[in-house]
């Protein structure tokens, strides 16, 4: 089992343009969560989607932000327009059901210049 | 929501030492899991623990749910060890399937 994949690992983008971040979770793994980490800080969750529908999306940003878990495919974590602000690490976790635990991926570190 | 406080905010060790990772929690959870971020970032998954003692290894975990509070224990620690622990708590909210992090204890194993 590979794990929960993330890619890419490193993301530079300019000022204005758009971010996608992907996320394989592990096989048979159908909850997806989304967390941010912001420099020296601990992560917050943004995001809490199944197969198709967003469950609990408390967490974003009003705007610019959204995700998706599609049936067929990784859940993709996309920021538009991006800002400096947005610089930071995008950790994505997956679980079986509510009963077992998370397992994180390696992140996803977008850096906005 | 629910608060998680970790304690202490900083730790630094000699190798070889014993340490106790305290995490409180504000209200009743489902789940509890300890994490370890190593100084490359990547987020590694120590124990799944809503409840009761584990082991691991130089690592073991315990949790009092009745009393809201979680210990990580590290005994024999090495250098390999440093980076931030992590606790993360899920709270039986029906409308709220998150984890909430507490802001972390950063560990530094001098050789």
């Known amino acids: 089992n590979a794990g929960v994949m993330q890619n890419p690992r490193h993301l530079v983008r300019r000022r204005g343009q758009e971010a996608r971040l992907r996320c394989s979770p592990m096989k048979g793994h159908s909850h997806v969560y989304w967390y941010r980490q912001l420099p020296e800080e601990g992560l917050k969750f943004m995001v809490y989607l199944q197969k198709e529908n967003i469950i609990d999306e408390s967490g974003m940003p009003k705007e610019r932000f959204s995700a998706e878990f599609p049936k067929e495919g990784p859940s993709i974590l996309r920021i538009q327009q991006v800002v400096r602000g947005d610089s930071a690490a995008y950790f994505c976790?997956?679980?079986?059901?509510?009963?077992?635990?998370?397992?994180f991926g390696s992140g996803t570190r977008l850096t906005v210049v | 929501g629910i608060q998680v406080e970790q304690s202490p905010p900083d730790l630094i060790l000699q190798e070889g030492a014993n340490s106790t990772l305290r995490c409180n929690f504000s209200?009743?959870?489902?789940?509890l899991q300890w994490f370890h971020q190593n100084p490359w970032g990547q987020l590694i998954n120590l124990f799944y623990i809503p409840s009761g003692t584990k082991q691991n290894g130089r690592l073991s975990a315990t949790t009092v749910a009745t009393e809201r509070y979680s210990l990580l224990y590290i005994s024999s620690s090495q250098t390999t060890d440093s980076g931030v622990y992590f606790c993360?708590?899920?709270?039986?909210?029906?409308?709220?399937?998150?984890?909430?992090f507490g802001a972390g204890t950063r560990l530094t194993v001098k050789p």
């Open positions: 976790a997956s679980s079986p059901s509510l009963e077992y635990g998370y397992t």
């Open positions: 209200d009743s959870v489902n789940n």
């Open positions: 993360a708590v899920e709270s039986p909210s029906r409308n709220n399937n998150d984890m909430r």
